[in-house]
């Protein structure tokens, strides 16, 4: 029986990302913010982005959340 404090079995995978990189170009300025990040998220699994000021924690959020494009890499 499941009672309301067990904790679930991790599912399938929902958010798969490949080596993704963004790109903020800038006139000549080339702002490398994401520079290959793989990560996989699980239904049920409850994650934690964390890193310091300008480390590219938005911007990843940004593109999982579909309000930007990577300039390269897979997202399923
Ligand atoms: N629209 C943009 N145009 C150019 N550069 C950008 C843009 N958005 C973010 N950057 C740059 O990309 C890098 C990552 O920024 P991002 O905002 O993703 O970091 P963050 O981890 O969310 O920082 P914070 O903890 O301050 O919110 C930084 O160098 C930032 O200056
Ligand atoms: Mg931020």
């Known amino acids: ?38 990560l996989q998220i699980h239904r049920n699994e409850y994650i934690a982005i964390m890193g310091p000021s300008g480390s590219g924690k938005s911007t990843l959020m940004n593109m999982l959340g579909c309000l930007d494009t990577p300039s390269s890499g897979r997202y399923e």
């Open 1 to 38: 029986m499941e009672t309301r404090n067990s904790i679930r079995p991790l599912g399938p995978v929902v958010i798969d990302i490949e080596n993704i990189t963004k790109d903020y170009v800038m006139g000549e300025e080339v702002v490398r913010a994401l520079r290959g990040v793989t």
